[in-house]
């Protein structure tokens, strides 16, 4: 089944806790990127990828980083958390320039 | 930079009554632009690129450059189109893509 899986579905940690949410994606696509979703806001870009080693920042890319090491695999590590990172985050891929499937998103709480 | 303006949060129709979702985008390049949805426990899945000029599930949007404006469009309103609908820009500022979604419109078609 194409899908694209993160992990983890929710966490609940602490200011300047280094973290990592994975991402994965079984439809070879080349196009990965990051939202978050924040009440009023709607869905924000971080950061995508449009091929391995290849990242760019979205609109929102403060305190995020991204790797692209396997065309598979779009990590998104929070360096040093803050609670105005505090969202819902989705990953997504697709073939082309845009994303076309999502995952089920992770819920961050940032204390 | 671009902008994406969803205007209503919430649309509320009967079943069989006409649905019109709004959606209306700045941005002074040739823009790319969709429609994505979220059924209720669902994932965000992407409905219709206007590239395509595809009808899916009875919806359709046409790009009115002159209006600025990328309405999604479905002649009878069905229940199982209840669900959060977003509108989403894609721009290629120089080498990169971006896409800048709208905060998005639940639709809700009661009986």
């Known amino acids: 089944e194409a899908q694209v899986t993160q992990n983890p579905r929710y966490l609940i940690t602490v200011t300047g806790k280094k973290l990592t949410v994975t991402c994965s994606q079984n439809?070879?696509?080349?196009?990965m990127s990051w939202y978050r979703q924040d009440p009023g806001l709607g869905l924000r870009q971080i950061y995508y990828?449009?091929?391995?080693?290849?990242?760019d920042k979205g609109d929102v890319p403060e305190g995020y980083k991204v790797s692209r090491k396997e065309k598979r695999n779009f990590p998104l590590i929070l360096e040093s958390p803050s609670p105005n990172q505090t969202s819902l985050y989705f990953c997504?891929?697709?073939?082309?320039?845009?994303?076309?499937?999502f995952g089920d998103g992770t819920r961050l709480s940032i204390l | 930079a671009q902008r994406v303006t969803q205007p209503e949060k919430l649309l509320s129709v009967f079943k069989g009554a006409p649905v019109e979702l709004k959606c209306n985008y700045s941005?002074?390049?040739?823009?790319?632009l969709f429609w994505y949805v979220q059924y209720s426990r669902q994932r965000l899945q992407l409905l219709l690129r206007?590239?395509s000029r595809e009808s899916i599930k009875g919806f359709t949007a046409d790009l009115n450059k002159g209006e600025t404006s990328f309405h999604l469009k479905k002649p009878f309103a069905q229940e199982e189109d209840s669900a959060m609908y977003y509108c989403?820009?894609?721009?290629?500022?120089?080498?990169?893509?971006?896409?800048?979604f709208g905060t998005g419109t639940r639709l809700q078609v009661t009986l």
């Open positions: 997504a891929s697709g073939l082309g320039n845009q994303p076309q499937h």
């Open positions: 439809m070879n696509h080349e196009y």
């Open positions: 990828s449009m091929n391995v080693e290849v990242t």
């Open positions: 941005y002074s390049g040739s823009p790319e």
């Open positions: 206007h590239i």
């Open positions: 989403a820009l894609h721009s290629h500022p120089g080498t990169a893509s971006k896409l800048t």
